[in-house]
T-cell receptor, first 109, second 112 residues
Framework: GQQVMQIPQYQHVQEGEDFTTYCNSS?????IQWYKQRPGGHPVFLIQ?????EVKKQKRLTFQFGEAKKNSSLHITATQTTDVGTYFC?????????FGQGTRLTINP | KAGVTQTPRYLIKTRGQQVTLSCSPI?????VSWYQQTPGQGLQFLFE???????NKGNFPGRFSGRQFSNSRSEMNVSTLELGDSALYLC???????????FGPGTRLTVT
């Protein structure tokens, strides 16, 4: 199955700072999904990237899929306290969805 | 549309017992996947059902099994419970195999 490494594991920022989490694979991915899980909640689907070099934006969130389709990133501009949670990447297209370990984002208001 | 529902929400069992968890997907979704979430291991894929057939399976022992009914509802069974089975069990439904997952609130299982 496809394995992904997600970094960093933890990130603490001041409110208003930017945040980026990376998802890296040793193999080419068919596509990749991103999820957010708030503390005490369940994962919520954010987006799916399919094309090489794809960039998608959702308000302050920018998602990128690498040209080689082996890595992806999620960037949040000017974080807000509502961004707190764990962000997971999950490569699809294999026989199972393999979620990364996630990046836990905490924010100092 | 109603979201994914899971019952029960909380469960306490003793080692050696068995447990059945239930999941009702979003209306129209034919794929149901199950995940185990623990602090140490993260979110791990158990299996996926589509049209009553198991299509994909994760690396879990045979004590973990599941099934899907004709109305797409799914159940997951864990036999001979071990302490290490204590976890949050999440169910997710999607329109397509390995498609975007819509998660339920989960069942928190504690094995004592």
């Amino acid at each position: 199955g496809q394995q992904v490494m997600q970094i960093p594991q933890y990130q603490h920022v001041q409110e208003g700072e930017d945040f980026t989490t990376y998802c890296n694979s040793s193999t080419t991915l068919s596509n990749i999904q991103w999820y957010k899980q708030r503390p005490g909640g369940h994962p919520v689907f954010l987006i799916q990237l399919v094309k090489s070099g794809e960039v998608k934006k959702q308000k302050r969130l920018t998602f990128q899929f690498g040209e080689a389709k082996k890595n992806s990133s999620l960037h949040i501009t000017a974080t807000q306290t509502t961004d707190v949670g764990t962000y997971f990447c999950a490569p699809g297209g294999a026989q199972k969805l393999v979620f990364g370990q996630g990046t836990r984002l905490t924010i100092n208001p | 549309k109603a979201g994914v529902t899971q019952t029960p929400r909380y469960l306490i069992k003793t080692r050696g017992q068995q447990v059945t968890l239930s999941c009702s997907p979003i209306s129209g979704h034919r794929s149901v996947s199950w995940y185990q979430q623990t602090p140490g291991q993260g979110l791990q894929f158990l299996f996926e059902y589509f049209s009553e057939t198991q299509r994909n399976k994760g690396n879990f022992p045979g004590r973990f099994s599941g099934r899907q009914f004709s109305n797409s509802r799914s159940e997951m069974n864990v036999s001979t419970l071990e302490l290490g089975d204590s976890a949050l069990y999440l169910c997710a439904s999607s329109l397509a195999l390995l498609g975007e997952q819509y998660f339920g609130p989960g069942t928190r299982l504690t094995v004592t």
